[in-house]
Nanobody, 121 residues
Framework: QVELTESGGGSVQAGGSLRLSCAAS????????MGWFRQVPGKEREEVVT???????TYADSEKGRFTISKDNAKNTLYLQMNSLKPEDTAMYYC???????????????WGQGTQVTVSS
């Protein structure tokens, strides 16, 4: 059984930092396509950043230079370091994993329960 458990969310002021963690069980993060997504109530879920099994990353334009995705294979955990946070970063952040990018949004993708990030101005 695959489980992705996010943690590290919270409330911060604009300009602050948070580090989100996604602990995985049932899969090996080093071999999976993984990513961070976020969603605000009433809006569509959006991709924040993804990382392939070989470490290639793709960031949304608004996050480039502020967010950093990384994996700790020994801990089987995915991270998202978020710096220079803005109020518009406020959202529920989700960790996702799949063997292939195309499977992330399908029944073959795995998702965590989410962790809330709130940035105040």
């Amino acid at each position: 059984q695959v489980e992705l458990t996010e943690s590290g969310g919270g409330s911060v002021q604009a300009g602050g930092s948070l580090r989100l963690s996604c602990a995985a069980s049932g899969i090996t993060v080093s071999t999976y396509y993984m990513g961070w997504f976020r969603q605000v109530p009433g809006k569509e879920r959006e991709e924040v950043v993804t990382i392939t099994s070989d470490g290639s990353t793709t960031y949304a334009d608004s996050e480039k230079g502020r967010f950093t995705i990384s994996k700790d294979n020994a801990k089987n955990t995915l991270y998202l370091q978020m710096n220079s946070l803005k109020p518009e970063d406020t959202a529920m952040y989700y960790c996702a994993a799949a063997l292939f990018r195309a499977w992330v949004e399908s029944t073959r993708g795995y998702w965590g329960q989410g962790t809330q990030v709130t940035v105040s101005s």
